[in-house]
């Protein structure tokens, strides 16, 4: 199964630019599929060390948040090639 995976934190403005445009309909939608068939799931913390210990628990420690791992296991770091990611595959409203 193809998932895309992004990880976000409250209190984080970077995360707050995405949380803007995502698209809640794909982020509480289990059967959601975006552009290239995949699915969408979305992981926030609440605080740093929830992050760290977070990303530790994919094999992603040492990167910060927001953080985005794409189908293919590409990892975006930057929030806007985040932001132009889920506007290509279908997953903001903007």
Do not use: W
């Not at 992981?43 to 293919?72: C, M, R, T, W, Y």
């Amino acid at each position: 199964m193809k998932v895309d995976t992004l990880f976000l934190e409250r209190g984080c403005s970077h995360c707050g630019a995405i949380r803007a445009i995502l698209d809640m309909d794909a982020v509480e939608s289990d059967d959601f599929q975006g552009s290239e068939g995949q699915a969408f799931h979305v992981f926030s913390s609440q605080s740093n060390g929830a992050s760290k210990e977070l990303l530790a628990k994919f094999d992603l420690e040492g990167n910060s948040i927001p953080l985005l791992v794409k189908h293919d296991g590409d990892v975006l770091l930057k929030p806007s090639a985040i932001q132009t990611y889920l506007k290509e595959s279908g997953m903001a409203t903007t």
